[in-house]
């Protein structure tokens, strides 16, 4: 009973953790790590999951808590995770797919730099489309804090693209 | 939507003010490669690497090994329950064995508490008892002897403590 649920309603949220993790942790390896740890205590909780509302909040929470714990404990500033961005990008010709390769890896870079409650609110925001509240409460904080974070992730992305049209026009 | 519409949302975006529908909205205007104007083209990175992360995922070997792991600790939690079951019996067992211990050991020490005969004779056993009764009678023949001649002597006493005083007054 419980393997059918956790196959039906868990395991398809394996993604959403990955890039949640992998968000915060960039590195691959440890990202899948951490995602596996986390379906194995969901799974040794599986007696508490019927009085669990909101079941993929819960999972999140998990994962976070774990993603917390490692960054706590060791320093990523060095190590970069590069996604292959070519499949997302249907730019016709070479020259506006190179300028757009760079501004996307730029992002990139500038989002693998800003506090991890940043990064961590933007995923869920921008990426996972998830709303406020659910944010608020995966992260465990107030809804007002969520969009403070995602107001400052937004406005560091929006000043590098102030900087790069300035830069670009004659 | 037309470019004004698109300013607005990317405006409201920077706010953080805008929907979840609205930011899907703006995703699917600029993953479109026509009619985006001019100065809303460097924004297109953006909402591109948003999508492009979205894509990010784990492959299928995951879930294999996740089912396999859950498999694995379901298997360790029936040997616990197996093995908290041998333990119970075995104490079962074990308390079984020292009740019996102990209602062995009762009723062998009720046993030697008993009387058992001594003589298989009963004529020489009434010889015995006559015999110890007829010692019992000589010693308290010989007791009250004594206890007789007790008595006189006291008298004797008395009669000479109640003549003296008088002697000595007169």
């Known amino acids: ?170 | 939507m037309n470019a004004r519409e698109i300013d607005i949302l990317v405006e409201k975006y920077w706010d953080c003010d805008t929907s979840r529908e609205e930011e899907c909205l703006l995703k699917e205007f600029f993953s479109q490669t026509e009619e985006i104007p001019d100065h809303l083209i460097p924004l297109k990175s953006i909402f591109v690497y948003q999508k492009a992360q979205f894509d990010v995922c784990l492959n299928e070997a995951f879930d294999k090994k996740i089912l396999s792991l859950i498999s694995q600790e379901e298997g360790k939690a029936k040997k616990e329950v197996s093995l908290s079951q041998v333990m119970k019996i075995a104490a079962v067992a074990l308390l079984c064995v020292i009740v019996g211990a102990v209602t062995v050991y009762l009723s062998a020490h009720k046993n030697t508490t008993t009387y058992s005969d001594t003589y298989k004779n009963p004529q020489e056993a009434m010889f015995v008892i006559r015999h110890a009764v007829s010692a019992v009678g000589n010693n308290l023949q010989e007791g009250r002897q004594e206890s007789v001649n007790a008595i006189s002597t006291l008298n004797k006493f008395n009669e000479y403590i109640q003549i003296s005083p008088k002697a000595n007054i007169k």
Not at chain 1, 40 to 52: C, D, Q, S, V
Not at chain 1, 93 to 101: G, I
Not at chain 1, 110 to 130: F, H, N, S, V, Y
Not at chain 1, 142 to 153: A, H
């Open chain 1, 1 to 170: 009973m419980y393997q059918t649920a956790f196959k039906n309603n868990i395991l398809p949220l394996k993604d959403k953790f990955f890039r949640f993790a992998l968000r915060i942790v960039p590195n691959v390896n440890e990202a899948e790590d951490i995602v596996q740890d986390a379906m194995l205590k969901i799974w040794n909780k599986r007696e508490e999951w019927a009085g669990i509302e909101n079941m993929e909040a819960y999972c999140y929470r998990v994962v976070k808590n774990l993603i917390w714990d490692r960054i706590q404990s060791k320093d990523y500033q060095n190590e970069t995770y590069e996604v292959q961005l070519h499949d997302g990008l249907e730019a016709q010709n070479p020259y506006t797919r190179m300028v757009e390769d760079e501004q996307v890896h730029l992002i990139h870079r500038l989002i693998e730099k800003l506090p991890a409650a940043q990064k961590a609110t933007m995923q869920l925001r921008d990426i996972e489309g998830l709303p406020y509240a659910e944010i608020a409460e995966i992260l465990n904080i107030s809804e007002s804090q969520v969009k403070n974070n995602l107001f400052r992730g937004r406005k560091k992305i929006k000043q590098l693209f102030e900087k790069i049209d300035n830069y670009e026009r004659p």
